[in-house]
Structure formats: structure tokens, C-alpha cells
């Protein structure tokens, strides 16, 4: 599943006009990049939710066929990150799936990452494995991170005046387990990531490469030098 229907707040007056998702960086819109990782992980069906200007993001979405692009509906209310995804499970079925936002962005290592985090799920001990970025090697990100990690991958969550090495890069594997339970309407996935990590379930991998934080138009240059550094 693809998180497409925000409404871009941080990334205005770009999104005044626009949906997020559709933000060009390096020639390519942001949930195109996230959409060609999936394909590269023979992933063949993709969910994207939409709301702000959702008809943009369906006519941009209209011919792509790697992978399939079904679109959930959220047009007559916002459902937030966890409520749409709640909201889209029949049509992501039983198995564990991928979560991705629609702006995330990095470059593969050695390695493609989504293909690591299908290798590395163990539905026996979690519910849900992040990919986390390491925030001292990103690109565009200054805070103070979002989880530490223990040696066996176990996440822990930043402390108020704390300062961690992990930040969320927006991208996960998630059980349809961890929706067990979670409340109707509009909720973030925070509310279920914490109940995850109160019974051990909620486990992290390190991201291979470079993550860049796609927050703000100003950030756009900064991932675009990074891209082009990348190709060079």
C-alpha cells in the first residue's frame, strides 16, 4: 500500500495546486519513485489511497500496469495514516504487506532494501519491521530521530529531550495482525506502532544507502543533487 491521500501541508505553496505525491524531483514524481520500487520487488498490485486533489493523482496513476495501481477512496473523509490503511485492508488481504508513504525516497545499497525486509519479516516475532535511515546520513533531515535500536532489531521510541539514531524512512512490513483491534475513523499508525512495541512486536531494519527527506520545496534541491550524485 502506497499512503498518497495527505494534504502536503510542509510542502506548501508547491502543493497549493498539487497533490504531494505529484511533486516532480529530478524529472519524476515522488510516488512514481516509491511505485518503481515496488515493481523492482515483483510486487504486482498496489493500493493508493487518495483525497487531496485525488483526481490528479488518478489520472497520473490511470495507465501504469508494474505494478497495478487500485485506488481506496477516501474522498468524503481524511482517514490519516492508520485509518486508511484500516480502511484498505479487503483489498490487501491476509498476508503481511508492504507500507510505503508516497513521498518516501532513497537509493539502494547492494542490496534493494524492500527485498531485505521480505527476507528479514518474521510474522513468528513481529507485527511490523520498519526501515529506518540513519539520520547522521540522510539527506534533508535534521531532527533528533525517531526510534534506537536494540541488537536483536526490538524498536524503542525517543525520548522527549532524547536524541536516537534511527529515523522513520517511511517504508515498512506490516501483519494484518496489527490491526487487531484498532479503533474506527481517523488514527495514526503511531497509536499501533506503540501497542506493538509494548508486546515486543514492532522491530526495525537499517536502510542500505541514502534516505532523503523530501519534507519541504526546499528539500527538493537537496534530494535532486543526490540523485544526480548517485547517477554520476
Known amino acids: 500500500m502506497v499512503l498518497a491521500a495527505g494534504l502536503g501541508t510542509r510542502m506548501r505553496p508547491v502543493t497549493d495546486g498539487m497533490p504531494k505525491p505529484l511533486v516532480p524531483v529530478a524529472g519524476k514524481a515522488l510516488i512514481d519513485y516509491v511505485l518503481d520500487k515496488l515493481a523492482d520487488a515483483g510486487v504486482g498490485t498496489a493500493v493508493v489511497n487518495v483525497h487531496y486533489f485525488a483526481d490528479q493523482i488518478e489520472q497520473h496513476l490511470e495507465a501504469r500496469r ?13 482517514l490519516n495514516t492508520g485509518g486508511g490503511v484500516r480502511a484498505a485492508l479487503p483489498l490487501l488481504g491476509p498476508r503481511p504487506f508492504f507500507l510505503l508513504n508516497s513521498d518516501t525516497l532513497w537509493i539502494d545499497g547492494v542490496q534493494r532494501n524492500l527485498d531485505q525486509l521480505a527476507r528479514s519479516f518474521d510474522e513468528k516475532r513481529m507485527d511490523a519491521l520498519l526501515l529506518l535511515a540513519a539520520t547522521t546520513a540522510s539527506v534533508g533531515y535534521a531532527g533528533r530521530g525517531d526510534f534506537s535500536m536494540d541488537p536483536d532489531g526490538a524498536l ?26 484498532a479503533p474506527d475513523g481517523p488514527f495514526s499508525l503511531n497509536l499501533l506502532f506503540d501497542r506493538a512495541m509494548e508486546a515486543d512486536r514492532l522491530c526495525g531494519m537499517r536502510l542500505e544507502g541514502v534516505w532523503m527527506h523530501v519534507g519541504t520545496p526546499e528539500a527538493v534541491a537537496a534530494a535532486e543533487a543526490a540523485i544526480m550524485a548517485s547517477a554520476a
Open 66 to 78: 508494474a505494478p497495478r495501481v487500485v485506488i481506496s477512496d477516501e474522498r468524503k473523509q481524511l
Open 156 to 181: 524503542r521510541r525517543r525520548g522527549e529531550s532524547a536524541v536516537v539514531p534511527f529515523v522513520y524512512a517511511g517504508a515498512a512490513l506490516l501483519s494484518p495482525k496489527l490491526f487487531a483491534e
